[in-house]
């Protein structure tokens, strides 16, 4: 069992930067695809971005494909989303997720919430000026 933990969120201008931080407590978190998604206001959760687990393959939604960046530093049990070129479209509560199982075979992706168990508690980011 994994829990989740987000940081790094704020306020920042359009165009602006922030980096936010996953950091996750349980067991074999470097065989756990990890996944960053997010739910504005009104809307329906989004998936933004996925890591495999080892391999360290990564999937990006279109909307986020060049501004995001997604890793993991499995030796300190989290993940990492860098955002740039941020617009006033991205202002949402992004969270990270866990599938309920370990996936040792360094394949699975989603960017589909469903196939997320675990969750973290959410972080505000706001683009506005």
């Known amino acids: 069992q994994l829990q989740l933990v987000e940081s790094g969120g704020g306020l920042v201008e359009p165009g602006g930067s922030l980096r936010l931080s996953c950091v996750a407590s349980?067991?074999?978190?470097?065989?756990?695809?990890i996944g960053w998604f997010r739910q504005a206001p009104g809307k329906e959760r989004e998936g933004v971005s996925s890591?495999?687990?080892?391999?360290?393959?990564?999937f990006y939604a279109d909307s986020v494909k060049g501004r995001f960046t997604i890793s993991r530093d499995n030796g300190k049990n989290t993940a990492y989303l860098d955002m740039h070129s941020l617009k006033p479209d991205d202002t949402a509560v992004y969270f990270c997720?866990?599938?309920?199982?370990?996936?040792?075979?360094?394949?699975?992706?989603?960017?589909?919430?469903?196939?997320?168990?675990?969750w973290g508690q959410g972080i505000q980011v706001t683009v506005s000026s």
């Open positions: 997720a866990a599938p309920r199982d370990p996936d040792y075979t360094n394949s699975f992706w989603s960017l589909d919430a469903h196939d997320y168990d675990y």
């Open positions: 890591i495999s687990s080892r391999s360290g393959n990564t």
């Open positions: 349980g067991y074999a978190f470097d065989y756990y695809t």
